[in-house]
């Protein structure tokens, strides 16, 4: 079977079954990226992101997955798209999703409380929001996120910790009771998220 890169090089050379396969096995983790950040254009951005992914091949040298290639290239177009939208100087590091697109989020749950915390999730500053879900619900690992914030690992782990932090502040904001010491999946992303969980 060939690997991403052998996917993305042919997909480079002309090959649009290439191109087919690669997005296949990446698009359902690049629009849940997009999902609960835009109101209506998260197919439009996913496009984006895989054409930037060719465009920009001869940045992707290997050392990681192409997996976290195309979510660094997917932050990047995220921000581009918010301050072509909106205005330039935008904080990512201030200011929430909800702020930038007030619309309700295109996140369907399971279960109200679950909706609840990814609305709450979408009130923290977008950066956050990244981080924690890139971390809990698609699983890059420490090093993988270092990438993709193009920032040091032992950032990322204190980057971590106050984001944590954020979230179960803004869940007691909003009045959203959560309970600690239970591993129960909160949906399918945030198991360990400082153990923050559905009151049992």
Known sequence: MPTDTDLLDAWRQGSAAAGKDLVGRHFGAVHRFFVNKVSNQAD???QATFLRCVEQRDRFEGRSSFRTFVFAVARNVLFEHYRSTRRR???FGVTSMAALDPSPSQIVADVE???ALLETLR???????????LYY????STTELAEVFSVARGTIKSRLSAARSALRDACAERGLEVGVGTRRVVPGWARDLG???PPS
């Open 44 to 46: 439009d951005l996913v």
């Open 89 to 91: 100087d935008i904080e």
């Open 113 to 115: 409380w679950e909706r």
């Open 123 to 133: 009130t923290v500053p977008a950066e956050v929001q990244l981080l924690l879900e």
């Open 137 to 140: 619900w698609e699983g890059l």
């Open 195 to 197: 153990e923050l969980s």
